[in-house]
Every structure is written in structure tokens, then in C-alpha cells.
């Protein structure tokens, strides 16, 4: 059976830990910042987890096993 490939455009998006989590950019973070409170601007800036069934479709993407 041949290797799965890696599908680039999820590697550049999700970050994956030591421990085994995935992480991805927040979004809302482009343009329009001037609205946007600074608790919300530095709360944005922080990596989000991605959980449940999406977390094992992207692993599957990111041919992890």
C-alpha cells in the first residue's frame, strides 16, 4: 500500500503539539482591528484547539496516525 500524503494546505493552517493537539489561527484578526477591544485583539492572537471529529479528520489530512 502506497504512503498517504500529506495534504499541504492543512499542514500550513494547523499546528500540531508535542503532546498531540491541533491548533489553528483565530480569525477576525485581518482588518476592521479599530473596533475591536484590546482584550479582544490580544484574546485573538492566542492559537485555538480543534476538537472532536474535525481534530481526526485533519490528523487524517496531516497523515498522522
Not at 18 to 28: P, Q
Not at 32 to 58: C, I, M, P, T, W
Amino acid at each position: 500500500m502506497a504512503k498517504q500524503k500529506t495534504r499541504k494546505s492543512a499542514a500550513k493552517r494547523f499546528k500540531l503539539s508535542k503532546s498531540g493537539k491541533l491548533f489553528h489561527r483565530s480569525s477576525n484578526l485581518r482588518h476592521l482591528r479599530a473596533n475591536k477591544s484590546k482584550r479582544q485583539l490580544r484574546d485573538l492572537k492566542k492559537l485555538k484547539q480543534v476538537f472532536g471529529r474535525y481534530e481526526k479528520k485533519l490528523k487524517k489530512m496531516l497523515a498522522i496516525r
